[in-house]
């Protein structure tokens, strides 16, 4: 499936087929921890908020136009000294998972952060969540925390692991100090 479909950034017309699979991930799985269905408003909000911040929304096309997953990221921490470092997202539908598509996602989603001059990508994973945590392994994120029962879904307690990729080789340099 990964030859048959293209990565490309999403437009308007894209967001009710994101709204539906980030749905099925809302009601159906452990990988949002967030129970309510996500509103038509809620997700053009969303959309809107991230393209005037250029932040990328990423789709999974199929030869058909069908959105097959999307990923994207955001600010890791509001505050200034998180500026380079951001938290990113994938979702793939259930009929197309287990083809590849996330890597693929996810490859696309660490190029767009490189070349945005960014340092360092973080994941907020189910500990329960054990594709997603295998395939960030695979894509070179390594494990920085586990978070006993920090969030609830579904009457049980969930462990959030955090994983993260620096993207970048770049000397800290602090022009506070330099000459």
């Known amino acids: 499936m990964r030859d048959e479909i293209g990565i490309e950034d999403a437009v308007p017309d894209d967001l009710e087929a994101i709204r539906a699979i980030l749905n099925w991930a809302v009601l159906e799985t452990t990988a949002v921890f967030y129970d309510q269905p996500r509103t038509v408003a809620q997700m053009r909000d969303w959309f809107e908020e991230r393209r005037a911040r250029d932040l990328p929304i990423l789709v999974a096309r199929g ?38 598509l996330g890597r693929a996602l996810l490859d696309a989603l660490v190029s767009r952060a490189r070349n945005a001059g960014l340092h360092v990508m973080v994941g907020g994973l189910t500990a329960e ?49 330099e000459p």
Do not use: C
């Open 63 to 100: 030869e058909d136009g069908s959105i097959l997953g999307y990923a994207s990221y955001g600010p890791f921490r509001p505050h200034d000294g998180f500026a380079r470092t951001v938290e990113h997202s994938i979702y793939v539908a259930p009929s197309a998972q287990g083809a590849g």
């Open 129 to 177: 969540n054990k594709a997603s945590l295998a395939l960030h392994a695979r894509a070179g994120f390594i494990e920085t925390g586990r978070m006993p029962e920090v969030g609830a879904k579904f009457g049980r307690w969930l462990t959030l692991v955090f994983v993260q990729k620096i993207l970048d080789a770049e000397t800290f340099h602090d022009s506070r100090t």
